[in-house]
Protein backbone atom coordinates (compact mmCIF):
# COMPACT_ATOMS: atom_id res chain seq x y z
CA UNK A 1 0.00 0.00 0.00
CA UNK A 2 2.76 2.45 0.88
CA UNK A 3 4.43 2.42 -2.70
CA UNK A 4 0.61 2.90 -4.04
CA UNK A 5 0.47 5.38 -1.53
CA UNK A 6 3.60 7.50 -3.16
CA UNK A 7 2.42 6.88 -6.91
CA UNK A 8 -1.42 8.61 -5.95
CA UNK A 9 0.72 11.41 -4.10
CA UNK A 10 3.77 11.89 -6.53
CA UNK A 11 3.28 10.16 -9.39
CA UNK A 12 6.80 8.35 -9.11
CA UNK A 13 8.20 6.09 -7.24
CA UNK A 14 10.41 7.65 -4.58
CA UNK A 15 9.59 10.88 -2.48
CA UNK A 16 12.10 13.18 -1.90
CA UNK A 17 13.87 13.20 1.83
CA UNK A 18 13.81 16.99 1.84
CA UNK A 19 9.74 17.12 1.26
CA UNK A 20 9.41 13.92 4.03
CA UNK A 21 11.87 16.46 6.33
CA UNK A 22 9.96 19.61 5.79
CA UNK A 23 9.21 21.79 9.11
CA UNK A 24 11.36 19.60 11.63
CA UNK A 25 14.62 20.75 13.33
CA UNK A 26 17.19 18.63 12.18
CA UNK A 27 20.86 18.54 11.64
CA UNK A 28 22.24 16.27 9.03
CA UNK A 29 25.32 14.92 10.47
CA UNK A 30 26.24 12.74 7.31
CA UNK A 31 25.00 12.73 3.98
CA UNK A 32 22.85 14.08 1.38
CA UNK A 33 19.14 14.51 2.02
CA UNK A 34 18.02 15.81 -1.83
CA UNK A 35 17.73 11.99 -2.16
CA UNK A 36 14.17 9.32 -2.60
CA UNK A 37 12.98 7.37 -0.09
CA UNK A 38 10.71 4.34 0.21
CA UNK A 39 8.90 4.22 3.18
CA UNK A 40 9.63 5.25 6.88
CA UNK A 41 10.26 2.89 9.69
CA UNK A 42 10.71 2.85 13.20
CA UNK A 43 10.76 -1.12 13.97
CA UNK A 44 13.99 -2.26 11.92
CA UNK A 45 12.43 -5.95 11.08
CA UNK A 46 10.27 -4.09 8.91
CA UNK A 47 13.22 -1.94 6.86
CA UNK A 48 13.23 -2.33 3.06
CA UNK A 49 15.37 -1.04 0.41
CA UNK A 50 15.88 2.87 0.53
CA UNK A 51 13.86 3.25 3.46
CA UNK A 52 14.64 5.49 6.62
CA UNK A 53 14.77 3.71 9.71
CA UNK A 54 13.66 6.12 12.57
CA UNK A 55 15.33 5.45 16.13
CA UNK A 56 12.66 6.12 19.01
CA UNK A 57 12.83 4.95 22.35
CA UNK A 58 10.20 2.40 23.36
CA UNK A 59 9.25 1.40 27.18
CA UNK A 60 12.09 -1.51 27.54
CA UNK A 61 14.18 -1.44 24.26
CA UNK A 62 15.84 1.75 22.60
CA UNK A 63 15.32 1.97 18.49
CA UNK A 64 19.17 2.85 18.21
CA UNK A 65 20.04 -0.76 19.18
CA UNK A 66 19.16 -1.97 15.46
CA UNK A 67 20.75 0.81 13.23
CA UNK A 68 23.05 -1.75 12.09
CA UNK A 69 19.80 -4.22 11.78
CA UNK A 70 18.21 -1.73 9.64
CA UNK A 71 21.15 -1.50 7.43
CA UNK A 72 21.43 -4.32 6.82
CA UNK A 73 17.64 -4.66 5.38
CA UNK A 74 18.17 -1.86 3.26
CA UNK A 75 17.82 1.54 5.14
CA UNK A 76 19.48 4.36 3.83
CA UNK A 77 18.39 6.80 5.97
CA UNK A 78 18.81 7.10 9.51
CA UNK A 79 17.35 9.41 11.89
CA UNK A 80 18.91 9.55 15.32
CA UNK A 81 18.39 11.55 18.78
CA UNK A 82 21.85 10.09 20.79
CA UNK A 83 24.64 10.24 19.39
CA UNK A 84 25.75 6.68 17.71
CA UNK A 85 28.82 5.52 15.57
CA UNK A 86 27.56 4.58 11.94
CA UNK A 87 30.49 3.46 9.81
CA UNK A 88 28.76 2.82 6.77
CA UNK A 89 29.82 6.53 5.10
CA UNK A 90 26.83 6.08 2.37
CA UNK A 91 24.33 6.22 4.59
CA UNK A 92 22.41 9.81 5.14
CA UNK A 93 22.28 10.39 9.03
CA UNK A 94 19.57 12.80 10.66
CA UNK A 95 19.57 13.93 14.10
CA UNK A 96 16.45 15.57 15.55
CA UNK A 97 16.05 16.57 18.90
CA UNK A 98 13.41 14.14 19.53
CA UNK A 99 12.80 11.25 17.34
CA UNK A 100 9.17 10.72 18.20
CA UNK A 101 8.20 13.76 18.03
CA UNK A 102 9.99 13.87 14.49
CA UNK A 103 8.55 10.78 13.46
CA UNK A 104 4.75 12.24 13.75
CA UNK A 105 5.85 14.64 11.70
CA UNK A 106 7.71 12.78 9.12
CA UNK A 107 4.72 10.27 9.27
CA UNK A 108 2.05 13.42 8.18
CA UNK A 109 4.49 14.92 5.47
CA UNK A 110 4.77 11.55 4.00
CA UNK A 111 0.98 11.26 3.60
CA UNK A 112 0.45 14.33 2.57
CA UNK A 113 -0.94 16.19 5.43
CA UNK A 114 -4.18 13.69 5.85
CA UNK A 115 -5.51 15.31 9.05
CA UNK A 116 -5.54 18.56 7.83
CA UNK A 117 -8.72 17.00 5.48
CA UNK A 118 -10.69 16.19 7.78
CA UNK A 119 -12.29 17.75 11.15
CA UNK A 120 -10.42 15.39 13.77
CA UNK A 121 -12.39 15.47 17.32
CA UNK A 122 -10.69 14.03 19.82
CA UNK A 123 -11.69 12.80 23.51
CA UNK A 124 -9.48 12.26 26.38
CA UNK A 125 -10.09 11.54 30.07
CA UNK A 126 -10.13 7.96 32.39
CA UNK A 127 -13.41 7.02 31.56
CA UNK A 128 -16.41 7.36 29.06
CA UNK A 129 -13.95 7.98 25.86
CA UNK A 130 -15.42 5.20 23.86
CA UNK A 131 -19.23 5.89 25.12
CA UNK A 132 -18.85 9.20 23.90
CA UNK A 133 -16.99 8.86 20.56
CA UNK A 134 -19.60 6.32 19.81
CA UNK A 135 -22.33 9.09 20.23
CA UNK A 136 -20.59 11.54 18.36
CA UNK A 137 -20.27 8.85 15.26
CA UNK A 138 -23.82 8.35 15.37
CA UNK A 139 -24.77 11.73 15.61
CA UNK A 140 -22.93 12.81 12.49
CA UNK A 141 -23.94 9.60 10.18
CA UNK A 142 -27.68 10.91 11.77
CA UNK A 143 -26.58 13.95 9.66
CA UNK A 144 -25.71 12.20 6.79
CA UNK A 145 -21.55 12.85 6.84
CA UNK A 146 -18.89 9.76 6.66
CA UNK A 147 -17.17 9.63 10.17
CA UNK A 148 -14.27 7.56 10.82
CA UNK A 149 -13.54 6.48 14.38
CA UNK A 150 -10.46 5.59 16.28
CA UNK A 151 -10.68 4.10 19.45
CA UNK A 152 -10.71 1.16 22.28
CA UNK A 153 -13.29 -1.36 20.58
CA UNK A 154 -11.74 -0.76 17.17
CA UNK A 155 -10.99 1.54 13.71
CA UNK A 156 -13.94 2.55 11.76
CA UNK A 157 -14.28 4.07 8.56
CA UNK A 158 -17.78 4.51 8.17
CA UNK A 159 -20.05 0.92 8.95
CA UNK A 160 -16.27 -0.27 8.19
CA UNK A 161 -14.25 -2.40 11.01
CA UNK A 162 -10.66 -2.45 11.39
CA UNK A 163 -9.01 -4.12 14.34
CA UNK A 164 -7.13 -1.91 16.74
CA UNK A 165 -4.44 -3.51 19.00
CA UNK A 166 -4.05 0.21 21.02
CA UNK A 167 -6.30 2.74 21.55
CA UNK A 168 -4.13 5.25 19.67
CA UNK A 169 -2.26 3.53 17.25
CA UNK A 170 1.69 5.02 16.69
CA UNK A 171 2.54 8.40 14.93
CA UNK A 172 3.16 6.61 11.55
CA UNK A 173 0.27 4.20 11.76
CA UNK A 174 -2.32 6.90 12.34
CA UNK A 175 -1.58 9.14 9.80
CA UNK A 176 -1.94 6.22 7.43
CA UNK A 177 -5.19 5.79 8.97
CA UNK A 178 -6.02 9.27 8.42
CA UNK A 179 -4.70 9.05 5.05
CA UNK A 180 -7.16 6.02 4.52
CA UNK A 181 -9.96 8.00 5.78
CA UNK A 182 -9.15 10.92 3.36
CA UNK A 183 -9.59 8.47 0.43
CA UNK A 184 -12.29 7.28 0.95
CA UNK A 185 -14.47 10.34 1.58
CA UNK A 186 -14.44 10.66 5.37
CA UNK A 187 -15.57 14.20 6.70
CA UNK A 188 -15.71 13.87 10.51
CA UNK A 189 -12.75 11.42 12.71
CA UNK A 190 -14.08 11.06 16.30
CA UNK A 191 -10.73 9.68 17.87
CA UNK A 192 -9.99 8.76 21.97
CA UNK A 193 -6.82 10.00 22.54
CA UNK A 194 -5.22 8.18 25.56
CA UNK A 195 -2.34 9.84 28.25
CA UNK A 196 -0.28 6.91 26.42
CA UNK A 197 -0.56 8.33 23.02
CA UNK A 198 -0.51 12.37 24.32
CA UNK A 199 2.53 11.63 26.13
CA UNK A 200 4.37 9.56 23.44
CA UNK A 201 3.66 11.47 20.67
CA UNK A 202 1.51 9.84 18.51
CA UNK A 203 -0.68 12.63 17.82
CA UNK A 204 2.01 15.28 17.75
CA UNK A 205 1.37 18.08 15.16
CA UNK A 206 -2.26 16.81 14.77
CA UNK A 207 -4.94 19.82 14.86
CA UNK A 208 -8.17 19.15 16.29
CA UNK A 209 -11.26 21.10 15.34
CA UNK A 210 -12.51 19.99 18.83
CA UNK A 211 -11.00 18.41 22.17
CA UNK A 212 -13.19 17.08 24.84
CA UNK A 213 -12.29 16.26 28.21
CA UNK A 214 -15.09 13.66 30.46
CA UNK A 215 -12.99 12.95 33.76
CA UNK A 216 -9.16 11.84 35.29
CA UNK A 217 -9.43 9.57 38.11
CA UNK A 218 -6.92 6.84 38.95
CA UNK A 219 -5.37 4.76 36.33
CA UNK A 220 -2.13 4.17 34.29
CA UNK A 221 -0.10 5.44 36.99
CA UNK A 222 2.01 2.16 36.19
CA UNK A 223 3.11 4.59 32.99
CA UNK A 224 2.66 7.73 34.50
CA UNK A 225 4.59 7.75 38.13
CA UNK A 226 2.39 10.67 39.49
CA UNK A 227 -0.88 12.20 38.91
CA UNK A 228 0.20 15.18 38.18
CA UNK A 229 1.87 13.89 34.53
CA UNK A 230 -1.44 12.26 34.22
CA UNK A 231 -3.14 15.26 34.06
CA UNK A 232 -0.35 17.01 32.27
CA UNK A 233 -0.54 14.45 29.40
CA UNK A 234 -4.19 14.79 29.16
CA UNK A 235 -4.06 18.36 28.71
CA UNK A 236 -1.80 18.53 25.92
CA UNK A 237 -4.99 17.61 23.94
CA UNK A 238 -6.60 21.20 24.46
CA UNK A 239 -3.38 23.01 23.53
CA UNK A 240 -4.17 21.69 20.04
CA UNK A 241 -7.65 21.91 19.50
CA UNK A 242 -9.94 24.88 18.72
CA UNK A 243 -13.08 24.78 20.28
CA UNK A 244 -12.48 22.82 24.07
CA UNK A 245 -15.31 21.11 25.26
CA UNK A 246 -14.81 20.45 29.67
CA UNK A 247 -16.87 18.63 32.66
CA UNK A 248 -16.51 20.95 35.43
CA UNK A 249 -18.74 18.43 37.61
CA UNK A 250 -14.79 17.18 37.61
CA UNK A 251 -12.65 19.06 39.67
CA UNK A 252 -10.08 17.86 36.86
CA UNK A 253 -12.17 19.50 34.59
CA UNK A 254 -12.22 22.54 36.87
CA UNK A 255 -8.34 22.79 37.08
CA UNK A 256 -8.31 21.96 32.97
CA UNK A 257 -10.62 25.32 32.63
CA UNK A 258 -8.65 27.35 34.91
CA UNK A 259 -5.13 26.55 32.91
CA UNK A 260 -6.68 27.23 29.76
CA UNK A 261 -7.85 30.76 31.35
CA UNK A 262 -4.37 31.53 32.26
CA UNK A 263 -3.38 30.37 28.87
CA UNK A 264 -6.14 33.07 27.46
CA UNK A 265 -7.72 30.42 25.55
CA UNK A 266 -11.09 31.01 23.27
CA UNK A 267 -13.83 28.82 22.46
CA UNK A 268 -13.54 26.93 25.66
CA UNK A 269 -17.15 25.27 27.40
CA UNK A 270 -18.25 23.83 30.26
CA UNK A 271 -20.82 21.32 30.78
CA UNK A 272 -22.41 19.98 33.77
CA UNK A 273 -24.89 17.90 35.85
CA UNK A 274 -24.58 20.13 39.67
CA UNK A 275 -22.00 22.40 39.22
CA UNK A 276 -22.53 25.87 37.02
CA UNK A 277 -21.57 26.04 33.22
CA UNK A 278 -22.20 26.84 30.04
CA UNK A 279 -24.77 24.21 29.63
CA UNK A 280 -26.35 22.19 32.39
CA UNK A 281 -28.68 19.74 32.68
CA UNK A 282 -31.94 19.90 34.53
CA UNK A 283 -35.17 17.67 34.92
CA UNK A 284 -33.11 14.12 34.44
CA UNK A 285 -35.40 11.74 34.73
CA UNK A 286 -33.58 8.06 35.26
CA UNK A 287 -35.08 5.03 33.97
CA UNK A 288 -34.15 1.36 34.32
CA UNK A 289 -33.82 0.99 30.26
CA UNK A 290 -33.66 4.84 29.38
CA UNK A 291 -32.69 8.59 30.30
CA UNK A 292 -34.18 12.05 29.98
CA UNK A 293 -32.99 15.13 30.35
CA UNK A 294 -33.16 18.58 29.24
CA UNK A 295 -30.19 20.96 28.36
CA UNK A 296 -29.77 24.94 28.69
CA UNK A 297 -29.29 24.34 24.95
CA UNK A 298 -31.71 26.84 22.19
CA UNK A 299 -35.11 25.75 23.80
CA UNK A 300 -34.01 23.87 26.14
CA UNK A 301 -34.31 20.81 24.65
CA UNK A 302 -35.02 17.45 26.06
CA UNK A 303 -32.78 14.24 24.85
CA UNK A 304 -33.68 10.71 25.43
CA UNK A 305 -30.53 8.02 25.87
CA UNK A 306 -31.29 4.27 26.01
CA UNK A 307 -28.14 3.49 27.90
CA UNK A 308 -28.98 3.81 31.63
CA UNK A 309 -26.51 5.76 34.37
CA UNK A 310 -26.19 9.12 35.40
CA UNK A 311 -22.49 8.80 34.18
CA UNK A 312 -23.67 8.28 30.63
CA UNK A 313 -25.59 11.39 30.92
CA UNK A 314 -21.99 13.27 31.10
CA UNK A 315 -20.95 11.09 28.15
CA UNK A 316 -24.15 12.57 25.86
CA UNK A 317 -23.59 16.07 27.18
CA UNK A 318 -19.76 16.14 25.57
CA UNK A 319 -21.58 14.23 22.18
CA UNK A 320 -24.79 16.82 22.17
CA UNK A 321 -22.09 19.86 22.62
CA UNK A 322 -19.51 18.96 20.35
CA UNK A 323 -22.22 18.17 17.11
CA UNK A 324 -24.20 21.73 18.27
CA UNK A 325 -21.01 23.86 17.98
CA UNK A 326 -20.06 21.80 15.20
CA UNK A 327 -23.42 23.02 13.05
CA UNK A 328 -25.83 20.10 13.38
CA UNK A 329 -29.21 20.77 13.53
CA UNK A 330 -30.89 20.30 17.27
CA UNK A 331 -33.39 17.84 15.77
CA UNK A 332 -30.41 15.56 14.15
CA UNK A 333 -28.50 15.74 17.57
CA UNK A 334 -31.84 14.50 19.35
CA UNK A 335 -32.18 11.55 16.65
CA UNK A 336 -28.77 10.28 17.26
CA UNK A 337 -28.31 10.22 20.80
CA UNK A 338 -31.10 8.22 20.88
CA UNK A 339 -30.30 5.85 18.57
CA UNK A 340 -26.83 5.33 20.20
CA UNK A 341 -25.42 1.83 20.72
CA UNK A 342 -21.88 1.57 22.17
CA UNK A 343 -20.47 -2.09 22.39
CA UNK A 344 -19.64 -2.95 26.35
CA UNK A 345 -20.76 -0.73 27.95
CA UNK A 346 -23.91 -1.63 30.05
CA UNK A 347 -24.88 -3.91 27.06
CA UNK A 348 -27.68 -6.38 28.15
CA UNK A 349 -26.77 -9.93 26.76
CA UNK A 350 -29.12 -13.19 26.21
CA UNK A 351 -32.30 -11.40 25.88
CA UNK A 352 -32.86 -14.16 23.78
CA UNK A 353 -33.28 -16.41 26.63
CA UNK A 354 -35.87 -14.74 28.19
CA UNK A 355 -34.31 -15.18 31.65
CA UNK A 356 -35.91 -13.82 35.02
CA UNK A 357 -32.87 -12.54 35.52
CA UNK A 358 -30.54 -9.86 33.38
CA UNK A 359 -27.15 -10.21 32.35
CA UNK A 360 -25.08 -7.23 31.78
CA UNK A 361 -21.61 -7.00 30.35
CA UNK A 362 -19.61 -3.61 31.02
CA UNK A 363 -15.46 -2.95 30.41
CA UNK A 364 -15.36 -0.89 34.17
CA UNK A 365 -11.63 -1.69 34.69
CA UNK A 366 -10.96 1.56 37.25
CA UNK A 367 -12.71 2.00 40.63
CA UNK A 368 -14.72 4.77 39.74
CA UNK A 369 -15.56 2.46 36.61
CA UNK A 370 -16.76 -0.28 38.84
CA UNK A 371 -19.05 1.87 41.16
CA UNK A 372 -20.62 3.50 38.39
CA UNK A 373 -21.99 0.21 36.88
CA UNK A 374 -22.87 -1.11 39.92
CA UNK A 375 -24.14 1.90 41.78
CA UNK A 376 -26.32 2.26 37.69
CA UNK A 377 -27.56 -1.47 38.06
CA UNK A 378 -28.05 -1.61 41.55
CA UNK A 379 -31.01 1.14 40.91
CA UNK A 380 -32.97 -1.09 38.99
CA UNK A 381 -32.17 -4.33 40.20
CA UNK A 382 -35.20 -6.28 42.40
CA UNK A 383 -32.81 -8.53 43.33
CA UNK A 384 -29.61 -9.66 44.18
CA UNK A 385 -27.36 -7.79 42.38
CA UNK A 386 -23.97 -10.43 41.37
CA UNK A 387 -20.67 -8.45 40.80
CA UNK A 388 -17.80 -10.19 38.76
CA UNK A 389 -14.53 -8.69 38.23
CA UNK A 390 -11.12 -9.18 38.30
CA UNK A 391 -8.04 -7.03 37.85
CA UNK A 392 -5.35 -6.84 35.20
CA UNK A 393 -1.84 -8.34 35.31
CA UNK A 394 1.22 -5.60 35.52
CA UNK A 395 -0.92 -2.36 35.66
CA UNK A 396 -1.48 -0.54 38.73
CA UNK A 397 -1.62 -2.74 41.79
CA UNK A 398 -3.00 0.24 44.45
CA UNK A 399 -6.40 0.16 42.21
CA UNK A 400 -6.92 -3.70 43.50
CA UNK A 401 -8.21 -3.40 47.05
CA UNK A 402 -9.88 -0.24 46.11
CA UNK A 403 -12.06 -2.22 43.94
CA UNK A 404 -12.78 -5.12 46.05
CA UNK A 405 -14.52 -2.83 48.56
CA UNK A 406 -16.25 -1.32 46.25
CA UNK A 407 -17.49 -4.01 45.06
CA UNK A 408 -18.02 -5.76 48.37
CA UNK A 409 -20.04 -1.93 49.55
CA UNK A 410 -22.31 -2.10 46.46
CA UNK A 411 -23.13 -5.47 45.04
CA UNK A 412 -24.90 -8.23 47.47
CA UNK A 413 -22.61 -11.20 46.34
CA UNK A 414 -19.25 -10.54 44.28
CA UNK A 415 -17.33 -13.56 42.55
CA UNK A 416 -13.64 -12.32 42.35
CA UNK A 417 -11.95 -13.68 39.16
CA UNK A 418 -9.26 -13.46 36.35
CA UNK A 419 -9.09 -10.59 34.27
CA UNK A 420 -6.22 -10.50 32.00
CA UNK A 421 -3.11 -11.45 34.23
CA UNK A 422 -0.20 -11.17 31.81
CA UNK A 423 2.77 -11.94 33.19
CA UNK A 424 1.73 -12.09 36.63
CA UNK A 425 -0.29 -15.28 38.51
CA UNK A 426 -3.77 -14.77 38.78
CA UNK A 427 -4.28 -15.73 42.29
CA UNK A 428 -1.39 -13.12 43.42
CA UNK A 429 -3.99 -10.51 41.68
CA UNK A 430 -7.07 -11.97 43.48
CA UNK A 431 -4.80 -12.15 46.69
CA UNK A 432 -4.34 -7.68 46.06
CA UNK A 433 -7.53 -7.35 45.72
CA UNK A 434 -9.16 -9.35 48.40
CA UNK A 435 -6.89 -7.16 51.36
CA UNK A 436 -8.80 -5.85 53.85
CA UNK A 437 -12.38 -7.26 52.58
CA UNK A 438 -14.75 -9.05 55.16
CA UNK A 439 -15.37 -13.11 54.23
CA UNK A 440 -19.39 -13.74 53.41
CA UNK A 441 -20.15 -11.62 50.72
CA UNK A 442 -17.67 -12.45 48.29
CA UNK A 443 -16.30 -15.69 46.88
CA UNK A 444 -13.07 -16.54 44.53
CA UNK A 445 -13.05 -18.22 41.52
CA UNK A 446 -10.14 -18.10 39.27
CA UNK A 447 -11.60 -18.97 35.86
CA UNK A 448 -13.39 -16.76 34.89
CA UNK A 449 -15.42 -18.81 32.59
CA UNK A 450 -16.40 -20.47 35.75
CA UNK A 451 -17.02 -17.47 37.66
CA UNK A 452 -19.22 -16.98 35.10
CA UNK A 453 -21.39 -19.72 35.38
CA UNK A 454 -21.14 -19.94 39.33
CA UNK A 455 -23.39 -16.55 39.04
CA UNK A 456 -25.97 -17.89 36.44
CA UNK A 457 -26.34 -20.95 38.64
CA UNK A 458 -27.00 -19.01 41.61
CA UNK A 459 -29.39 -16.13 40.39
CA UNK A 460 -32.32 -16.07 40.64
CA UNK A 461 -36.14 -13.67 39.56
CA UNK A 462 -35.30 -9.75 39.69
CA UNK A 463 -30.90 -10.61 40.08
CA UNK A 464 -28.62 -8.93 37.65
CA UNK A 465 -25.41 -10.22 36.38
CA UNK A 466 -22.76 -7.65 36.04
CA UNK A 467 -19.56 -8.81 34.30
CA UNK A 468 -17.00 -6.27 34.74
CA UNK A 469 -13.59 -5.40 33.28
CA UNK A 470 -13.68 -6.84 29.82
CA UNK A 471 -17.05 -4.69 28.02
CA UNK A 472 -16.42 -5.08 24.20
CA UNK A 473 -12.75 -7.37 24.63
CA UNK A 474 -13.09 -10.68 23.11
CA UNK A 475 -10.07 -12.42 24.93
CA UNK A 476 -7.50 -12.84 27.80
CA UNK A 477 -3.98 -12.62 27.82
CA UNK A 478 -1.84 -15.41 29.98
CA UNK A 479 1.50 -15.09 30.23
CA UNK A 480 2.57 -14.89 26.53
CA UNK A 481 -0.46 -16.07 25.68
CA UNK A 482 -3.91 -14.39 24.09
CA UNK A 483 -6.67 -16.91 23.94
CA UNK A 484 -9.92 -16.12 23.13
CA UNK A 485 -12.32 -14.64 25.07
CA UNK A 486 -15.87 -13.53 24.47
CA UNK A 487 -17.97 -13.02 27.56
CA UNK A 488 -21.40 -12.79 24.98
CA UNK A 489 -20.21 -16.44 23.28
CA UNK A 490 -19.04 -18.01 27.26
CA UNK A 491 -22.61 -17.16 28.56
CA UNK A 492 -24.71 -18.17 25.49
CA UNK A 493 -22.62 -21.54 26.09
CA UNK A 494 -23.23 -21.88 29.38
CA UNK A 495 -26.82 -20.97 29.22
CA UNK A 496 -27.19 -23.52 26.28
CA UNK A 497 -25.68 -26.38 28.14
CA UNK A 498 -28.16 -25.50 31.08
CA UNK A 499 -31.66 -25.96 28.95
CA UNK A 500 -29.72 -29.07 27.04
Do not use: W
Not at 120 to 143: P, R, S, V
Not at 161 to 177: A, G, V
Not at 405 to 423: E, G, L, Q, V, Y
Request: charged content about 30%; aromatic content about 8%.
Amino acid sequence: MLRDVQKIMLGEKYMNLVNVLKGIDYEVIQGKIDVGINKINYDSRNVNDFDIFVCIKGYSTDGHKYVDKAIENGAKVIVIQDEIEIKDDKITIIKCFDTRKALALMGANYYDNPSSKMKIIGITGTNGKTTTAFMIKDILEENNKKVGLIGTIANYIGSEKIHTERTTPESLELQELFFEMVNKGVEYCVMEVSSHSLELDRVYGVKFEVGIFTNLTRDHLDFHKTFENYYKAKFKLFDRSRIKIINTDDNYGKQVINDLKELKADNVYSFSLKEKSDFKTFDEEMGSRDIKFKVDIENNEQFILNIPGEYNIYNALGAILTCFKLGMPIENIKDGIEKAIVPGRCERVANEYNLPYEIIIDYAHTPDGLENILKTTKAFTKGKLISIFGCGGDRDKVKRPQMGKISIDIADMTIITSDNPRSEEPMDIIKDIEVGLSKGKYMVIENRKKAIKKAIDIATEGDVIVIAGKGHETYQILKNETIHFDEREVVKEILDSISN
